[in-house]
């Protein structure tokens, strides 16, 4: 069975830095593409960036030069460093993993989620 479990985020001043954590159990995270996704209060979930299974890497345009994805392939444990953060960064923060090596924007093809972190920014 997949679980995923997000931790690190909390409340940070706008110009701050975060960075989430994502344990991930079942599956290597060599084998597929992972993800970071998140949703505001009234908002759809949006994706954030994406790494595939090669370690090829998306962002979306609103935290581009901004976001980091990495993973610990020997922690099987997938990280967001998140810098420059500003209040519209705001939102719930979920990890996600897809069932083929290569990666999609659209949060329905991914498998497995997290439970989300949530992440505040203050002006």
């Known amino acids: 069975q997949v679980q995923l479990v997000e931790s690190g985020g909390g409340s940070v001043q706008a110009g701050g830095s975060l960075r989430l954590s994502c344990t991930v159990s079942?599956?290597?995270?060599?084998?597929?593409?992972l993800g970071w996704f998140r949703q505001a209060p009234g908002k759809d979930r949006e994706w954030v960036i994406v790494?595939?299974?090669?370690?090829?890497?998306s962002s979306s345009d609103s935290v581009k030069d901004r976001f980091a994805i990495s993973r610990d392939i020997g922690k099987n444990t997938l990280y967001l460093q998140m810098n420059s953060l500003k209040p519209e960064d705001t939102a719930m923060y979920y990890c996600?993993?897809?069932?083929?090596?290569?990666?999609?924007?659209?949060?329905?093809?991914?498998?497995?989620w997290g439970q989300g972190t949530q992440v505040s920014v203050s002006s």
């Open positions: 790494v595939s299974s090669a370690g090829v890497t």
């Open positions: 079942g599956t290597r995270l060599s084998n597929q593409c």
């Open positions: 996600a993993a897809a069932s083929r090596s290569w990666c999609y924007t659209s949060s329905s093809h991914y498998t497995y």
